[in-house]
């Protein structure tokens, strides 16, 4: 899978890519990241990303054209595009899985108030946030959905963490049950009788009743 990242702070989003697990998919050939300065697309000596809103208001907008040139570049038949954005679909696991099947991402990110919205129109192929909260840019987003992506791939994690990959995108969505390790005993604060024992009945039975509980606590929208 190539994924594409196009923003005028390439080295945001290199940063977390270019680590760890991402770093590692990279070096193993699973994914190829390409990190790529929005400024490079501009023609003009001050290389202006931005201009003043039509029909007034303030803040900026990201120009056009060098997102139109640079999607000119990127492009094949196999790409999707993407616009990081607070207006857009919400970015969830099952987009996740969705975009792991896609060989080509191109990542859009914006800055300043939004983009001119002929971007949209006739670049973009979705828009997507990835939460009710407003970033300064959408580069930070953009390394979120490439992490969550990436990590979906086969190969990526090793095979006893893929499994995992399921919980929380099917049906019957749930918090986990909390989880300990050693020592049994830190400063006093004590590892549950239960997953001492052994009995692995009664530890899955711990495990359902726990994760229900939390669930419920702290995240009671998944629950119908
Ligand atoms: C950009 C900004 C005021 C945007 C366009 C580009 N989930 C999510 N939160 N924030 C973003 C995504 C995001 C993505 C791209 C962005 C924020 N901003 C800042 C400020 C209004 C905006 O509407 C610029």
């Given at each position: 899978m190539k994924i594409d990242i196009v923003t005028i702070f390439p080295e945001i989003a290199e940063a977390p890519l270019k680590s760890s697990i991402m770093g590692r998919a990279t070096d193993a050939g699973?994914?190829?990241?390409?990190?790529?300065?929005?400024?490079?697309?501009?023609k003009d000596k001050h290389r202006q990303v931005d201009d003043i809103p039509y029909g007034g208001g303030p803040g900026m907008?990201?120009?056009a054209e060098p997102f139109f040139d640079?999607?000119?570049?990127?492009?094949?038949?196999?790409?999707?595009?993407?616009?990081?954005?607070?207006?857009?679909t919400p970015f969830v696991q099952a987009k996740a899985v969705e975009f792991s099947r896609?060989?080509?991402?191109i990542i859009l990110c914006g800055h300043y108030e939004g983009v001119d919205h002929r971007v949209v129109e006739a670049l973009v192929d979705e828009e997507i946030s990835i939460g009710d909260y407003v970033l300064t840019n959408g580069t930070i987003a953009a390394a979120v959905v490439a992490d969550a992506v990436v990590r979906l791939i086969p190969g990526v994690l090793g095979d006893?963490?893929?499994?995992?990959?399921?919980?929380?995108?099917?049906?019957g969505k749930r918090i986990e049950a909390p989880q300990y390790t050693r020592p049994a005993d830190f400063r006093g604060m004590m590892v549950p009788d239960v997953l001492l024992s052994g009995?692995?009945?009664?530890?899955?039975?711990?495990?359902?009743?726990?994760a229900e509980e939390r669930t419920r606590e702290n995240r009671p929208d998944l629950l119908d």
């Open positions: 699973i994914v190829e990241f390409g990190f790529h300065n929005l400024r490079d697309f501009t907008v990201m120009k640079a999607i000119g570049k990127l492009k094949t038949d196999r790409s999707k595009v993407l616009l990081m954005t607070p207006q857009g896609i060989d080509h991402l006893d963490a893929s499994s995992e990959v399921e919980s929380f995108s099917g049906d009995h692995h009945q009664a530890i899955a039975e711990w495990r359902d009743l726990r």
